[in-house]
């Protein structure tokens, strides 16, 4: 699966990794290379970013659903004790 960008956030990406290269290295790094560079990360660590958050979800999602029963359920046949006497304790 290819991971796109819209071009709003590839560009905010892109000026993200050259404020990055200013602050931290020796040279700072051109817009073209800054957007080979995060097509790069994309490609090659993307996936693995990707994978993780799907497994996150899924097992947030697998959470919820074991707790549906406890979150959801009604007693059945709840018609007539409506009608019953509170009974006394002795």
């Given amino acids: 699966m290819t991971i796109e960008l819209s071009e709003d956030i590839r560009a905010a990406a892109i000026a993200s990794i ?7 290295m020796d040279e700072p790094i051109g817009n073209i290379a800054a957007g ?13 970013v990707y994978n993780r958050a799907i ?3 899924q097992e947030s ?3 919820r659903i074991v ?6 359920h009604e007693e059945p046949f ?8 509170p009974r006394r304790r002795k």
Avoid: V
């Avoid at 995060?38 to 490609?43: G, R």
């Fill in 18 to 24: 050259q404020r990055y290269f200013d602050a931290n």
């Fill in 36 to 48: 080979g560079l995060l097509s790069f990360f994309l490609e090659e660590i993307g996936p693995a």
């Fill in 55 to 57: 497994a996150d979800a």
């Fill in 61 to 63: 999602m697998q959470a």
């Fill in 67 to 72: 707790e549906l029963d406890i979150d959801l």
């Fill in 78 to 85: 709840q018609y007539w004790r409506k009608f019953e006497a």
